[in-house]
């Protein structure tokens, strides 16, 4: 399998060759442009259970697309995420990560998609109840809405929660207020992430959020 990310770093995406035999996984609707000989077929989410709770509670997608190459030839498809952005690839050996909803696009067949539960603080900072959880072998693919930073954390780090798209699943997040409930809506940044221990997380430039309340004002 060869994959590129190309038109980095605004509008990313995803140039795939499935040599004879190969698979992809994808998000629903990531495709954009595809080899007819491609075999396709939608799958649940994790399984049936874990994709209602991804959809209705987390955010995710109900299905994922298993794109096979079942000729003798090389096929190719292109992938796309939702929103305009930087793309990144990560290579999972035995480790696993937390991806923020929209985050995931692609992954290799020996990437597992499971959940995890985010709590409370999560769901009142508009950031869902569960977290989609990436483990196991193989590349995983997310996008952002505009660059993507990778910090390493040693202790606590501050984070915009609508800056967050990814983290190591040893890392402990509590969403709270910036500065009290008083100075956090003058300030204009309402709810925070705390980022507590000693490891990686990604972070996007843009906020959609901050860009979508930005349009609504002038609707």
Known sequence: ???????????????????????????????STMSAELDMTAKFNGGL?????????GGESLFVNHFTNNTS????????????????CKTLNGESYCLERGAYVASDPGVKLGIRWAGLGSFIAR??????????????????????????????YIVDS???????????LQPKLSNGIIGSFTSGEGFVTKVTGNGKIYLQTRNLSSFTSWVNRYL
């Open 1 to 31: 399998m060869n994959v590129k990310i190309e038109a980095k770093p605004a509008f990313a995406f995803l140039r795939v060759e499935l040599a004879p035999g190969e698979t992809i996984i994808a998000e629903a609707d990531a495709m």
């Open 49 to 57: 259970l874990n994709g209602l709770i991804k959809k209705f509670l």
């Open 73 to 88: 030839q090389t096929l190719s498809l292109t992938l796309v995420q939702a929103t305009p952005g930087d793309m990144e």
């Open 127 to 156: 950031e869902g109840l569960f977290k989609l959880i990436v483990s196991g072998t193989g590349n995983v693919y997310f996008g952002a809405y505009g660059g993507i930073i990778e910090k390493e954390v040693k202790g606590e």
């Open 162 to 172: 609508g800056h967050l798209v990814g983290y190591e699943t040893t890392m402990k």
